[in-house]
């Protein structure tokens, strides 16, 4: 895959990568041009996940550089279910500190991976809970990491339900999950792996998904988008991701970036970009409950 020929995304206006991770090789080298290069593809915001005890608050730093000219860059911090192990009142203590930047937009990645289970299914729950108890009495979306582990995690929710909803990042599950998080008020956020003609099942539930609860994002560096699959991925590749879903949906590219933009506006309380000059405007309190 290495040989193939690298090709430009398509230029997409509007578009929101809503998870990435900048502070990763090749990324972080040289992160004007990976944004400018998202620029050119049409993303007019980044969202950077800052998932780990010594991420954290390099990713606050990461959102509130200035970098005029460019897509502006926010956080969500939180820890992810690999390393739920290391939740207790020190970490919840630090993510409630780091959370009062205006940058931080979003409480995560937890959540529950029980593909790797490289922390204890028991302990994940707990994290999780922590994290949903914390994204509530600070007022901000939980953005959950689910694998292999839906049944679980929506328990949770029905037990915590959040006042404002959610996001499963880089959903992977079938049609039948994917109600199951729409019905408890959650938005469904797609990543590359929508785009792999093996992904059957999840394919389906992208293209039957309500368009007002369609997230797009890269989870950069990973699972970059065909056709740039084998590739390090980064912000740009989300038209990748966006044009595929279109043609799956039987929708226009730059339609669906727009209803996208306007989604990620609402579920993380992202400013509207007022044009593609980067001229920004806070967007109406989410009025869609939980």
Not at 71 to 86: Q, R
Not at 272 to 284: H, K, N, S, V, Y
Request: overall charge negative; hydrophobic content about 40%; glycine content about 8%.
């Amino acid at each position: 895959m290495s040989s193939k020929k690298k090709q430009t995304p398509p230029t997409l206006p509007g578009l929101v990568d809503t998870h990435c991770h900048l502070d990763y090789s090749p990324m972080v080298d040289d992160l004007p041009a990976t944004l400018a290069r998202a620029a050119a593809a049409g993303v007019t915001r980044v969202v950077h996940i800052g998932c780990s005890r010594t991420s954290m608050a390099r990713a606050v730093a990461i959102a509130e550089a200035e970098r005029p000219g460019l897509p502006p860059v926010y956080a969500v911090i939180g820890v992810h279910p690999h390393e739920a192990t290391t939740v207790d009142d020190e970490a919840i203590a630090e993510i409630t500190a780091l959370a009062a930047s205006p940058k931080v937009v979003g409480i995560g990645e937890s959540g529950l991976d029980y593909h790797y289970n490289r922390s204890p299914p028991e302990v994940q729950k707990e994290a999780m809970d922590r994290h949903l108890e914390l994204a509530e009495r600070l007022g901000k979306p939980i953005i959950l990491h689910i694998r292999d582990a839906h049944a679980d995690a929506m328990a949770i929710i029905d037990r915590r339900p959040p006042s404002r909803p959610g996001i499963i990042h880089c959903f992977t599950g079938d049609p039948d999950e994917a109600r199951g998080w729409l019905e408890r008020g959650f938005f469904l956020s797609f990543s590359g792996i929508s785009t792999f003609p093996s992904a059957k099942p999840l394919r389906e539930a992208a293209r039957t998904c309500p368009g007002d609860r369609l997230l797009l994002e890269t989870d950069a560096p990973y699972l970059a988008p065909v056709p740039m699959r084998g590739r390090k991925n980064e912000p740009s590749y989300v038209a990748f991701t966006c044009a595929n879903l279109a043609a799956l949906r039987g929708e226009d590219p730059a339609a669906l970036a727009s209803q996208a933009a306007a989604n990620a506006e609402r579920a993380l309380g992202l400013p509207a970009i007022a044009d593609i000059g980067g001229r920004e405007q806070r967007p109406e309190a989410d009025s869609t409950g939980g």
